[in-house]
């Protein structure tokens, strides 16, 4: 079935798809507390896909810079010189300190490790250790930062940790270059606050689960309701990526946020008539999402720390050409994100506990929750694993890759 026959087929009828209960059941119980299962995320998962780090905006001048920590890896990605983005692991070649440890800053034409000092010139060459009478001659590019698979795509930075199953970010996204071409997202410009992050106690795939279906907004998200009403729609993924597209409902809204938002947010130039009033969101295997709005863009992502540790992070970005009416339209649709985010946090909570109930045996999902199917179903591609009950401890990588060699001689 295509998208657009999915959607009317459940839109329409009001009818289910015809899916058997067994192919609505999730994921087991045991793969949301399996630290074994855990770490081998963080491997095949985190480490091995596309992970945005921020927008080139965010580093505007030679010596801008924006660390990163993910699963244990800790990307640093600067402005050289030349004005070229360039992406390194945050690892000193010495004794592997954090060459360097804010979050972000500027670091002017050199990179000096806070340990013993030595010097990085800003294309990751070293340029000298401290004292090197002490140690033999060291070659500036074999002993230079180790460079990390870096692409920007339509203005934002991804890094790859690891060789992975993905395209490059521009085939991956290929599908929606059209659609996203009339907002012109290489030229955003940070919203001013930085990039955010917090520590949330949850399995992150929690937090995912509860983010890629819009089931729950009629009943959960007051101000997401007003704003769409039922013409809120999530695409399947596919090909590691997924739509969600909600038009604004008519009328002019009932909650305050929503009621003025609509009313302030202008015909912003370039946007097609699909889209000056609509939200359109596009998620990516495995853990991040782009919200893209007429007057800002988000992206927010999960990384897991421990089974039931995740931090998220995010940003936010504005249109170049805003005026007062777009800022108070963007400080708006904030708004109703930060409200959704908060409603959003206790289900996330409430999943989480789910899992250790003596009394949880799996879900139902509905037709509405088919992002959280399809999701489910590309876990399953990496860990068909997760189709049965729990490996015994120590099992876990050698019977999914037994199962994986299964699946590849069919
Ligand atoms: S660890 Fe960086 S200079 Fe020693
Ligand atoms: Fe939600």
Not at 246 to 275: M, Q, T
Request: glycine share 8%; aromatic share 10%.
């Amino acid at each position: 079935m295509t998208n657009a026959e999915e959607r009317q087929a459940v839109q329409s009828t009001g009818g289910h798809t015809g899916r058997p209960h067994a192919d609505r059941a999730g994921l087991p119980a045991w793969s949301y507390f399996s630290a074994e299962l855990l770490e081998a995320e963080k491997d095949a998962l985190f480490r091995r896909h596309w992970q945005v780090i921020c927008h080139a905006s965010d580093i505007p001048a030679p010596g801008d810079f924006i660390t990163c920590d993910i699963v244990g890896d800790r990307a640093l990605i600067l402005r050289d010189g030349q004005g070229a983005i360039r992406a390194f692991h945050n690892l000193c070649r010495h004794r592997g300190s954090r060459v360097l440890g804010d979050e972000r800053g500027n670091c002017r034409n050199s990179i000096i490790c806070p340990f013993h000092g030595w010097v990085y010139n800003l294309d990751g060459t070293l340029r000298q250790a401290a004292q090197p009478g002490s140690l033999p001659d060291l070659d500036p590019v074999e002993w230079g930062l180790k460079p990390l698979e870096s692409e920007v795509w339509n203005g934002f930075v991804f890094v790859r940790f690891q060789p992975g199953p993905q395209p490059p970010v521009a085939a991956l996204m290929a599908r929606w270059e059209a659609e996203l071409s009339q907002y012109r997202l290489d030229r955003l410009l940070p919203d001013g606050k930085g990039v955010w992050s917090d520590e949330v106690r949850v399995n992150w795939k929690c937090i995912r689960d509860v983010d890629n279906e819009g089931y729950h907004v009629p009943m959960a998200h007051p101000g997401l309701d007003d704003l769409f009403g039922r013409n809120y729609f999530d695409e399947p993924f596919r090909e590691g990526t997924a739509r969600s597209y909600s038009r604004f409902r008519p009328g002019d809204g009932r909650l305050w946020s929503v009621r003025n938002y609509k009313k302030i947010l202008p015909e912003v130039d370039g946007l097609d008539a699909d889209h000056r009033r609509a939200w359109l969101y596009l998620g990516v295997f495995p853990n991040f999402v782009f919200g893209i709005y007429p007057d800002s863009v988000i992206f927010y992502q999960e990384f897991p720390v421990e089974v039931g540790r995740t931090i998220q992070r995010g940003a936010c970005y504005r249109r170049p050409d805003e005026d007062r009416r777009l800022r108070a339209a963007r400080y708006l649709s904030g708004r109703i994100d930060r409200i959704t985010s908060r409603e959003d946090e206790m289900l996330t909570q409430w999943t989480w506990e789910a899992a250790f109930s003596s009394a949880y045996d799996g879900v139902i999902l509905s037709d509405l929750e088919t992002g959280v199917k399809s999701y489910h179903d590309a876990l399953r591609g990496v860990f068909p694993v997760l189709t049965g009950p729990e490996p015994a401890p120590g099992t876990l990588l050698a019977r999914n890759a037994a199962l994986c060699d299964a699946a590849a001689a069919k």
